[in-house]
T-cell receptor, first 112, second 112 residues
Framework: QQQVKQSPQSLIVQKGGISIINCAYE??????FPWYQQFPGKGPALLIA?????SEKKEGRFTISFNKSAKQFSLHIMDSQPGDSATYFC???????????FGTGTRLKVLA | DTGVSQNPRHKITKRGQNVTFRCDPI?????LYWYRQTLGQGPEFLTY????????KSRLLSDRFSAERPKGSFSTLEIQRTEQGDSAMYLC??????????FGPGTRLTVL
């Protein structure tokens, strides 16, 4: 069964700290790994994405680290701000398809 | 605003009634996706279109669900004989490039 496991379920970080969210997958070839941010009552918005031929990608305060052999990828949010408080979803696209398989989400709260 | 739009934003219906949702994708996006999101969970893939062709359907899409995309523009998702378990946020997304999907704000369905 295609599945993406995400942890932690919730995370509290002080302002200026680093938020780290992890995802793992198994038994399926995925070829695209996006991270989405979702605020209450809104649809998910793309933050950053990576392909498996790259081990790290950075955009502003957001970095994806990808470990192909371990089938794990993570999102790092540097200098976390209260405005980053939202739910974050990792996702993966099975090779040969266009659909996303989403993780279960991480609710991040950044304390001022 | 040139983003993905969905109507209605909220729908309350009684069990057994039929409901229809509409999604207008970003202009010129040839792929359109439907997802369902329940509280505290990540979005689950339902179906996707490339232009007017429905190319993939999840096993979650029971025979009470039908989606169309006439002329490859807007799409409709109909649920017949609604059940309380259908209560969820129904998200639409569209894409032009290989993988990046842009999500609409969703339609929240409540079945009483």
């Amino acid at each position: 069964q295609q599945q993406v496991k995400q942890s932690p379920q919730s995370l509290i970080v002080q302002k200026g700290g680093i938020s780290i969210i992890n995802c793992a997958y198994e038994n399926t070839a995925f070829d695209y790994f996006p991270w989405y941010q979702q605020f209450p009552g809104k649809g998910p918005a793309l933050l950053i994405a990576i392909r498996p031929d790259v081990s790290e990608k950075k955009e502003g305060r957001f970095t994806i680290s990808f470990n192909k052999s371990a089938k794990q990828f993570s999102l790092h949010i540097m200098d976390s701000q209260p405005g980053d408080s939202a739910t974050y979803f990792c996702a993966a696209t099975p090779a040969g398809t266009y659909k996303y398989i989403f993780g279960t989400g991480t609710r991040l709260k950044v304390l001022a | 605003d040139t983003g993905v739009s969905q109507n209605p934003r909220h729908k309350i219906t009684k069990r057994g009634q039929n409901v229809t949702f509409r999604c207008d994708p970003i202009s010129e996006h040839n792929r359109l996706y439907w997802y369902r999101q329940t509280l505290g969970q990540g979005p689950e893939f339902l179906t996707y279109f490339q232009n007017e062709a429905q190319l993939e359907k999840s096993r979650l899409l029971s025979d009470r669900f039908s989606a169309e995309r006439p002329k490859g523009s807007f799409s409709t998702l109909e649920i017949q004989r609604t059940e309380q378990g259908d209560s969820a946020m129904y998200l639409c997304a569209s894409s032009l490039s290989l993988n990046e999907q842009f999500f609409g704000p969703g339609t929240r369905l409540t079945v009483l």
